[in-house]
């Protein structure tokens, strides 16, 4: 099996599996049209596509295996904002949850917001506000965002955020709510499984921030760029990632330390508040 004839592979799995497509196209959270776009060939399905549908299945970890292997021949998929807007965000949220639900090891890199498993409610709509969305969309997005935080409380699972210290004193949100944010970072924290770090703006680099991205397992990073996601799957590509992280996670303030960054830049918000 190769990409070009995955799509009539994923059909007949699906068919000697007996669900209908309706109902492993509503697991997989896409259209029921795009689904059957894929498995006629007439769309090609992404890594993420591919997850999802296999996950959506239930098939065994070998088959799945094989089946990802062949959806990973293009080594790096990018997909523009554009068309994840026409998909929904709401939507997308829902593929990412369903992949975070089969990842083991989550690390996460971000020197631009808040990590979406970590944000309040205040902060994912101020995030999606800029999007140009209806009320009525911007309400499914924040629920099915704050839906996937639910996975922090997962058993067998392990969740690495390193933040940098600029994202907590960027003023997506007005001061008051961001110290609701801090709060929230301060408690997520001290889940067993949560691992939380902030590179201080004071401690000597020798690397710089780039861009966000995050780590499933060491399977595919996920990228994100003003104009697209990018995922990459080259075991290659994986490891440049992974060191990167992990050359921040040494250089980062963690567990009470952290903590204490935290409630410094929370008091410094309520005195400013305060006083002005």
Same mark, same amino acid.
């Given at each position: 099996?190769?990409?070009?004839?995955?799509?009539?592979?994923?059909?007949?799995?699906?068919?000697?599996?007996?669900?209908?497509?309706?109902?492993?196209?509503?697991?997989?959270?896409?259209s029921?049209?795009?689904?059957?776009?894929? #498995?006629?060939?007439?769309?090609?399905?992404?890594?993420?596509?591919?997850?999802?549908?296999?996950?959506?299945?239930?098939?065994?970890?070998?088959?799945?295996?094989?089946?990802?292997?062949?959806?990973?021949?293009?080594? +790096?998929?990018?997909?523009?904002?554009?068309l994840?807007?026409?998909?929904?965000?709401?939507?997308?949220?829902?593929?990412?949850?369903?992949? %975070?639900?089969?990842?083991?090891?989550l690390?996460?890199?971000?020197?631009?917001?808040?990590?979406?498993?970590?944000?309040?409610? #205040?902060?994912?709509?101020?995030v999606?506000?800029?999007?140009?969305?209806t009320? %009525?969309?911007?309400?499914? +997005?924040?629920?099915?965002?704050?839906?996937?935080?639910?996975?922090?409380?997962?058993?067998?699972?392990?969740?690495?955020?390193?933040?940098?210290?600029?994202?907590?004193?960027?003023? !997506?949100?007005?001061?008051?709510?961001? @110290?609701?944010q801090?709060?929230?970072?301060?408690?997520?924290?001290?889940?067993?499984?949560?691992?939380?770090?902030? @590179?201080? !703006?004071?401690?000597?680099?020798?690397?710089?921030?780039?861009?966000?991205?995050?780590?499933?397992?060491?399977?595919?990073?996920?990228? #994100? +760029?003003?104009?697209?996601?990018t995922?990459?799957?080259?075991?290659?590509?994986?490891? !440049?990632?992974?060191?990167?992280?992990?050359g921040?996670?040494?250089?980062?303030?963690?567990?009470?330390?952290?903590?204490?960054?935290?409630?410094?830049?929370?008091?410094?918000l309520?005195?400013?508040? #305060?006083?002005?």
């Amino acid at each position: 099996m190769n990409k070009s004839s995955l799509g009539s592979a994923l059909r007949e799995l699906r068919e000697s599996s007996g669900k209908e497509a309706k109902a492993v196209a509503r697991g997989a959270a896409m259209s029921r049209s795009k689904a059957s776009k894929i #498995e006629n060939q007439i769309t090609a399905p992404s890594v993420t596509d591919v997850d999802c549908i296999l996950t959506a299945i239930g098939v065994s970890d070998e088959v799945k295996a094989e089946y990802m292997a062949a959806a990973r021949e293009a080594a +790096t998929e990018v997909t523009a904002w554009r068309l994840i807007r026409r998909l929904g965000y709401s939507r997308k949220q829902q593929q990412v949850q369903a992949l %975070e639900s089969q990842t083991a090891l989550l690390r996460l890199f971000q020197p631009s917001l808040v990590p979406g498993l970590l944000q309040t409610p #205040e902060y994912v709509r101020a995030v999606f506000a800029r999007r140009n969305l209806t009320e %009525e969309q911007l309400e499914r +997005t924040v629920g099915a965002r704050l839906a996937r935080q639910n996975v922090l409380y997962s058993e067998g699972k392990s969740f690495r955020f390193i933040i940098t210290e600029s994202v907590l004193r960027w003023r !997506l949100v007005p001061a008051l709510m961001m @110290v609701g944010q801090l709060d929230r970072l301060i408690s997520a924290s001290r889940l067993p499984n949560v691992d939380i770090r902030v @590179v201080a !703006l004071s401690t000597p680099q020798v690397d710089f921030p780039g861009h966000s991205f995050s780590i499933k397992d060491e399977r595919t990073v996920t990228i #994100e +760029t003003v104009h697209a996601e990018t995922v990459v799957t080259d075991p290659r590509d994986v490891a !440049l990632y992974v060191a990167k992280f992990e050359g921040f996670s040494g250089t980062a303030v963690a567990s009470d330390d952290m903590r204490s960054l935290l409630e410094g830049i929370r008091d410094e918000l309520l005195r400013e508040q #305060e006083t002005g």
